[in-house]
């Protein structure tokens, strides 16, 4: 279906763009055809092979808008095994953090040191210790050899997908045989809202507003503003209620970095990388930016 919109003649401001037409063309290999032989001039976000080709081309380009969007792997901390910070542990040891960020999305991602996004107020990295020790990661994760371990995720997306398959095969190579369930997107939709994932890959439940007291609210206190990860940790609620009520910002800072450093500890999320927002656009779009001055979390596809 094809919509028009038509701009506002009595708007008070500017009218840079007079007339949209919107296409809804939901397949992405047909909407990089389209940017490609300037048939469009902005299309939905692609997944990074695609982006590639749009970075080559003459008549493309992209627009990168930082964001709090990210990829992780999500764990229901209220139930057996998923709940055991050991076998978070573990998985993070085993997890190859450079071949996420460089071969799964092509350098468009960075990596992560916290459960923040690196430029949010009292981010820090300096709690961080899980590089790739496949030794390290078979021993935390010998005690769970042969228990019945899925990860599940979102279907249709060629990056996820290519990332589960990562996942799967370092935790192979760590010891631990785990199952893929690639889910239908509206079952996957449907289990994130009624928070009965148990482990999966999650670029979906990550902070809209760029600010850390509402990110470490949204999923980590024992009351959350979003019910998913079902955490609760003593010291993180006396942290968050504090920097709720800090006035300064050193003291402020005190309370995020106290925060950091349980939950890096414990990874009741496990981050696997930061991901931009990307828009591809034909050569002659400018002024692309996020909503507000950060912008929306990406959902890469």
């Known amino acids: 279906p094809t919509v028009i919109f038509e701009a506002n003649p009595h708007y008070y401001g500017t009218k840079p763009v007079k007339t949209i037409t919107w296409n809804q063309t939901t397949e992405s290999n047909t909407q990089l055809q389209l940017l490609l032989k300037g048939e469009a001039q902005v299309i939905d976000a692609l997944s990074p092979t695609q982006v590639k080709s749009v970075q080559a081309s003459t008549t ?8 709090t969007g990210a990829v992780f792997i999500g764990f229901n901390n209220s139930v057996a095994p998923f709940k055991d910070v050991t076998l978070h542990q573990g998985i993070a040891y085993a997890m190859p953090y450079n071949e996420i960020v460089f071969s799964v999305y092509k350098g468009q991602a960075t990596p992560m040191k916290s459960v923040l996004p690196s430029f949010l107020q009292g981010y820090t990295g300096q709690y961080w210790t899980y590089q790739q020790n496949l030794a390290k990661a078979r021993q935390l994760l010998a005690p769970y050899k042969g228990q019945s371990i899925t990860l599940q995720y979102e279907s ?4 996820i997908q290519e990332l589960a398959i990562l996942i799967q095969s370092s935790l192979k190579s760590a010891g631990l045989e785990i199952a893929l369930d690639a889910m239908d997107p509206n079952a996957f939709e449907t289990k994130i809202t009624n928070a009965s994932l148990t482990m999966w890959i999650d670029t979906i439940s990550t902070p809209l507003v760029p ?12 009351k959350p503003t979003q019910i998913l990860i079902h955490y609760s940790n003593a010291e993180v609620d006396k942290a968050v209620a504090a920097l709720a009520t800090a006035t300064t910002t050193a003291e402020q800072d005190t309370y995020i970095k106290a925060a950091q450093k349980v939950l890096v500890e414990e990874l009741p999320i496990l981050p696997l990388a930061q991901l931009p927002y990307i828009s591809p656009t034909a050569k002659n779009i400018t002024g692309i930016r996020g ?11």
Do not use: E, H, M, W
Request: hydrophobic share 40%; aromatic share 6%; net charge positive.
């Open 60 to 67: 493309a380009k992209v627009t990168t808008v930082a964001t």
């Open 156 to 159: 249709g997306i060629n990056a």
């Open 211 to 222: 600010d850390s007291l509402y990110a470490l609210q949204l999923l980590f206190p024992t």
């Open 291 to 301: 909503a507000g001055p950060i912008g929306p979390p990406s959902r890469p596809s």
